[in-house]
């Protein structure tokens, strides 16, 4: 039997794509251990078995134990995990990319470091979450207004739509039952949209900080993305949640949300978005050479050489890579 440590490294070709992963499992009062390729949840009532190259996020909630195992499986299938807390207001996540290219990554940072090309991918992110208005021209401070209003508007739009008495955004952070029913889904739908939005984010190779709306913080690019899909998706279905019943609003918001992230192609649809914001060229591509695991040196005026060989002369001295 081969051990863990002997088992060769996965390829991103025989990983499961982002789009066709599940958005996440939630599993709480377990313990998680790996059996060959697959990860087992553990409890009272049994094991279950569940394969790891289709999990998005793995959200482990209180009373949860890992062992090293499965966080090596976990690993090695680009698996985003979160250690969530009481009702999923805290978390923790981590994860490797499903792609070995760094072209999105380098996209990301160059158009982050050039102040105008960063104003624009926030129009341009505005612009994917109300196609109705036109932002082009609009400054920072004018974007942020506008946003501010279309948030109101959609609280109330949904208010009134599903009967539910709205009082206005109140969320007091590390207390979610501070909160009445439909401001608990609220936070429970946002705090799971920032666990997919993390793993889609770090799967494709990106970094979760260099954000163009959120600045400052760790996840601001992974708040970035969130935000596309809150007025469509996460405000709507927790006033639907809401209204249906005030009772366990964070379990019923999380199971709601999961099924609407599949009826919707939402992970599809968010690897598009980052792909077309940070390069339009790439949006909707399919091409194999997206994760192609191939290492090239820089040189002068922009271009590239192969790595692996020694360029101090003109001929090549073979495998220099240790």
């Given amino acids: 039997m081969s051990t863990v440590s002997r088992r060769p490294a996965l390829t991103p070709r025989q990983l499961t794509r982002t789009g ?23 409890d009272a009532e049994g094991t279950t078995h569940i394969p790891s190259a289709t999990i998005g996020t793995l959200l482990l909630g209180p009373g949860t134990r890992v062992t090293h ?33 760094s ?17 624009a991918v926030a129009r341009a992110m505005y612009r994917l979450r109300f196609p109705d208005e036109d932002p082009a021209g609009l400054t920072r401070h004018e974007l942020l207004g506008r946003e501010g209003r279309r948030v109101k508007d959609c609280y109330r739009a949904q208010a009134a739509r599903t009967g539910v008495d709205w009082r206005g955004r109140r969320y007091t952070p590390g207390d979610f039952t501070s909160g009445d029913p439909v401001n608990q889904a609220i936070t429970a739908a946002a705090q799971c ?33 969130a935000d596309l899909y809150k007025t469509e998706i996460g405000i ?10 005030e009772e366990d609003t964070g379990p019923r918001t999380r199971r709601a949300l ?10 599809n649809r968010c690897v598009d978005d980052i792909k077309h914001l940070l390069l339009p060229d790439m949006a909707g591509s399919t091409n194999p050479s997206d994760d192609r695991d191939v290492v090239t040196l820089q040189t002068d ?17 073979g495998d220099e890579l240790w």
């Fill in 301 to 317: 005026h922009g271009h590239q050489v192969a790595s692996g060989i020694n360029h101090d002369g003109p001929e090549d001295y």
């Fill in 258 to 267: 999961r099924e609407r992230i599949n009826e919707t192609s939402l992970l």
């Fill in 69 to 101: 195992q499965a966080m090596s499986v976990l690993g090695e299938t680009g698996a985003a995990v979160c250690w969530v807390g009481e009702h999923g207001v805290r978390y923790y996540a981590s994860g490797r990319a499903l792609s070995r290219s």
């Fill in 193 to 225: 949209m920032y666990g997919i939005a993390h793993a889609v984010v770090t799967s494709l190779g990106c970094s979760p900080a260099l954000g163009f709306v959120h600045s400052g913080h760790e996840l601001s690019f992974v708040l970035d993305i």
């Fill in 236 to 245: 709507p279905l927790a006033f639907d949640v809401a209204a249906h019943d």
């Fill in 103 to 119: 072209a999105l990554m380098e996209a990301q940072a160059r158009q982050w470091a050039n102040p105008r090309n960063r104003l």
């Fill in 20 to 42: 066709e992963r599940l958005s996440f499992v939630y599993l709480e009062r377990c313990t998680v251990h790996r059996d060959a390729n697959a990860i087992t949840a553990q």
